[in-house]
């Protein structure tokens, strides 16, 4: 008896209409205005908040979901925007959120519509992306649940935990203080305290026997967190978005932006309660404060009775590896390289007196009109790396192409790389040390470990690849907001005419928020980087970098000159006062 087996593409059309019919429509209003908070107890601060209140709420949608964020921005003194971290916005990269790349910035009292459908499930965030502004409050979890998740029969509940260093102060004070002649060596300020949850002494009520999914996101701005659970063990089901087959560890080392969903079975009786730990890798800081306390603490609370004690104290610091991480779907390496890209990076000193950070000898500034823009409004030369500015270490990409990123690290630094729009396969990384990158033939992993937010170790390298089938626009940068301030980013402008085509080669085709945000900022929406609509090859006007040091003249050269010019102009000021002065006696 013949079996009649139906043809892929009409499984697959059934499949999209099942989905479509269960998807649904997610809404919410934000208005994002200034409130105090004093999460750590020790210092009353102003945060930005959502709806009047911080910390500002979750956003949570099933795959498959539209979400719609309407923005109002009602902080009467800066500008915003908000970016989804880790979702991929396939077919949507005008709703990817940085500010001089994919929109205008938000100025105060406009509005602004994100308007986008995911069909990737696991754990995210969105914050601000523009002007080094989410340390300040504007950073929350974003959750996409997924009821056809090979996980969801090992658990009996969910449970959000988020991690974040914390400021006293604001951040356009600290980035003045970071990026100046007084700071030549580019130390970044060290947070006054660890938050869990957006507060310190967590409690986590628990049941005996039942096991939880955790998932934690390190919502901080610089630092890495160690993070624990005393005498229980985790097993590792999910990094950033990525279903992995589970693995157990006892310590995690979580970067700025990376996230893990980890499951924990409670123990059979409720005799005692146990910290939850995270503490701040101080290696990341130049110096450490004598009364800095980097560790945050909560508990499992099975009985709130009994005494939740302090946590142990650990020998040392030894963390899963998630190098070893092994994806559910086993997807197999990238064996064949269409575009290989090498990123140097370094810091290094400029002619301001301020330290700055460099892909091959170039650190970023965003341009007069938004990169998104001068690709929709350049026709074919959008295809010229040229027209997007000298700073914006711009890298065209070609439709499905295999791409491979080797970046070496030629700083003594730990680094945490993201990129926009992917997730990548982790090929290759070094040990601390290791320097430059060299192909010697070592077996890579058959099926790499994926994720979108990668460490590379001190003065070492790493190799990332992963397939260009997002047309976009999409940053790779390091998530250390003090790095993305000072330059530390690269700018992937992925199938650029295929990108137009979305739009129907028309750039007033774009959401009308778009088109307002940029009228209300006075910002330039065609033409190449400088906003020359003539002639695109001239970048005169462009926004640059400063220049570099004189020949010869070193960081602490410059500020000793500056200083001894400046004590010269005082002392000779003193002598001519005294000199005018009445004589007495």
């Given at each position: 008896m013949a079996i009649y087996i139906p043809n892929l593409f009409f499984i697959l059309l059934l499949l999209s209409l099942f989905s479509s019919a269960n998807a649904g429509t997610v809404t919410y209003d934000f208005d994002i205005s200034w409130l105090h908070a004093n999460p750590d107890g020790a210092a009353v601060r102003p945060v930005m908040g959502i709806n009047g209140q911080w910390p500002i709420p979750p956003i949570t949608a099933t795959k498959g979901d539209r979400v719609i964020v309407n923005v109002k921005n009602s902080l009467g003194n800066e500008t915003t925007s908000l970016h989804f971290h880790g979702l991929y916005m396939n077919g949507s990269s005008h709703m990817d959120g940085p500010v001089g790349v994919t929109q205008c910035a938000i100025v105060p009292g406009s509005s602004f519509v994100y308007n986008f459908t995911v069909d990737q499930p696991g754990t995210y965030w969105y914050h601000s992306h523009n002007r080094g502004q989410y340390p300040d409050g504007i950073r929350g979890p974003l959750i996409v649940h997924d009821s056809n998740s090979p996980h969801k029969g090992l658990y009996d509940e969910e449970i959000v935990l988020t991690f974040s260093d914390w400021y006293h102060d604001l951040m356009n004070g600290l980035i003045n203080s970071f990026l100046s002649l007084s700071n030549p060596g580019g130390a970044e300020p060290v947070p006054k305290s660890a938050l869990m949850n957006d507060t310190q002494n967590l409690t986590v009520s628990i049941q005996p026997g039942k096991t939880y999914l955790f998932r934690m996101i390190n919502m901080g701005a610089f630092t890495a967190q160690y993070v624990w659970f005393e005498d229980h063990t985790m097993q590792i089901v999910e990094v950033d978005g990525v279903y992995t087959e589970p693995m157990e560890a006892s310590m995690i080392y979580m970067t700025a932006a990376q996230r893990y969903s980890v499951l924990v079975r409670a123990k059979n009786d409720s005799n005692a309660n146990f910290a939850i730990v995270g503490s701040m890798d101080q290696d990341l800081f130049d110096q450490i404060p004598e009364r800095l306390n980097p560790?945050?603490?909560?508990?499992?609370?099975?009985?709130?009775?009994?005494?939740?004690?302090?946590?142990?104290?650990?020998?040392?610091?030894?963390?899963?590896?998630?190098?070893?991480?092994?994806?559910?779907?086993?997807?197999?390496?990238?064996?064949?390289?269409?575009?290989?890209?090498?990123?140097?990076?370094?810091?290094?000193?400029?002619?301001?007196?301020?330290?700055?950070?460099?892909?091959?000898?170039?650190?970023?500034?965003?341009?007069?009109?938004?990169?998104?823009?001068?690709?929709?409004?350049?026709?074919?030369?959008?295809?010229?790396?040229?027209?997007?500015?000298?700073?914006?270490?711009?890298?065209?990409?070609?439709?499905?192409?295999?791409?491979?990123?080797?970046?070496?690290?030629?700083?003594?630094?730990?680094?945490?790389?993201?990129?926009?729009?992917?997730?990548?396969?982790?090929?290759?990384?070094?040990?601390?040390?290791?320097?430059?990158?060299?192909?010697?033939?070592?077996?890579?992993?058959?099926?790499?470990?994926?994720?979108?937010?990668?460490?590379?170790?001190?003065?070492?390298?790493?190799?990332?690849?992963?397939?260009?089938?997002?047309?976009?626009?999409?940053?790779?940068?390091?998530?250390?907001?003090?790095?993305?301030?000072?330059?530390?980013?690269?700018?992937?402008?992925?199938?650029?005419?295929?990108?137009?085509?979305?739009?129907?080669?028309?750039?007033?085709?774009?959401?009308?928020?778009?088109?307002?945000?940029?009228?209300?900022?006075?910002?330039?929406?065609?033409?190449?980087?400088?906003?020359?609509?003539?002639?695109?090859?001239?970048?005169?006007?462009e926004n640059r970098s400063p220049g570099p040091l004189p020949s010869g003249f070193t960081a602490r050269g410059i500020v000793a000159l500056v200083f001894s010019c400046m004590a010269a102009a005082v002392g000779c000021a003193a002598i001519g006062w005294y000199g005018m002065g009445d004589l007495k006696g």
């Amino acid at each position: 008896m013949a079996i009649y087996i139906p043809n892929l593409f009409f499984i697959l059309l059934l499949l999209s209409l099942f989905s479509s019919a269960n998807a649904g429509t997610v809404t919410y209003d934000f208005d994002i205005s200034w409130l105090h908070a004093n999460p750590d107890g020790a210092a009353v601060r102003p945060v930005m908040g959502i709806n009047g209140q911080w910390p500002i709420p979750p956003i949570t949608a099933t795959k498959g979901d539209r979400v719609i964020v309407n923005v109002k921005n009602s902080l009467g003194n800066e500008t915003t925007s908000l970016h989804f971290h880790g979702l991929y916005m396939n077919g949507s990269s005008h709703m990817d959120g940085p500010v001089g790349v994919t929109q205008c910035a938000i100025v105060p009292g406009s509005s602004f519509v994100y308007n986008f459908t995911v069909d990737q499930p696991g754990t995210y965030w969105y914050h601000s992306h523009n002007r080094g502004q989410y340390p300040d409050g504007i950073r929350g979890p974003l959750i996409v649940h997924d009821s056809n998740s090979p996980h969801k029969g090992l658990y009996d509940e969910e449970i959000v935990l988020t991690f974040s260093d914390w400021y006293h102060d604001l951040m356009n004070g600290l980035i003045n203080s970071f990026l100046s002649l007084s700071n030549p060596g580019g130390a970044e300020p060290v947070p006054k305290s660890a938050l869990m949850n957006d507060t310190q002494n967590l409690t986590v009520s628990i049941q005996p026997g039942k096991t939880y999914l955790f998932r934690m996101i390190n919502m901080g701005a610089f630092t890495a967190q160690y993070v624990w659970f005393e005498d229980h063990t985790m097993q590792i089901v999910e990094v950033d978005g990525v279903y992995t087959e589970p693995m157990e560890a006892s310590m995690i080392y979580m970067t700025a932006a990376q996230r893990y969903s980890v499951l924990v079975r409670a123990k059979n009786d409720s005799n005692a309660n146990f910290a939850i730990v995270g503490s701040m890798d101080q290696d990341l800081f130049d110096q450490i404060p004598e009364r800095l306390n980097p560790n945050v603490t909560g508990w499992l609370v099975y009985d709130d009775k009994k005494e939740k004690r302090a946590p142990k104290l650990v020998d040392a610091f030894e963390p899963f590896d998630d190098f070893n991480l092994v994806p559910y779907d086993k997807g197999e390496i990238f064996d064949h390289v269409d575009h290989s890209i090498t990123l140097d990076l370094k810091m290094d000193t400029l002619d301001d007196g301020a330290n700055y950070a460099f892909f091959n000898d170039v650190t970023y500034v965003s341009p007069k009109v938004p990169t998104l823009y001068t690709v929709l409004s350049t026709g074919p030369n959008a295809t010229d790396p040229a027209i997007y500015g000298s700073n914006t270490n711009q890298i065209i990409l070609e439709p499905n192409e295999v791409v491979e990123i080797i970046l070496n690290n030629n700083d003594p630094g730990k680094h945490p790389f993201h990129l926009h729009g992917h997730n990548f396969q982790l090929v290759s990384r070094s040990a601390d040390e290791a320097g430059p990158y060299v192909e010697n033939g070592e077996a890579k992993p058959a099926i790499p470990m994926k994720r979108d937010t990668v460490l590379v170790r001190p003065n070492g390298n790493l190799v990332l690849r992963f397939r260009a089938d997002n047309p976009g626009v999409w940053l790779f940068h390091c998530h250390i907001e003090w790095h993305v301030i000072s330059g530390l980013i690269a700018t992937f402008v992925e199938s650029p005419l295929l990108i137009q085509s979305q739009f129907s080669k028309n750039l007033h085709n774009l959401p009308q928020s778009h088109i307002q945000a940029c009228v209300s900022s006075n910002t330039p929406m065609r033409g190449n980087a400088a906003g020359n609509t003539l002639d695109y090859a001239d970048l005169k006007g462009e926004n640059r970098s400063p220049g570099p040091l004189p020949s010869g003249f070193t960081a602490r050269g410059i500020v000793a000159l500056v200083f001894s010019c400046m004590a010269a102009a005082v002392g000779c000021a003193a002598i001519g006062w005294y000199g005018m002065g009445d004589l007495k006696g």
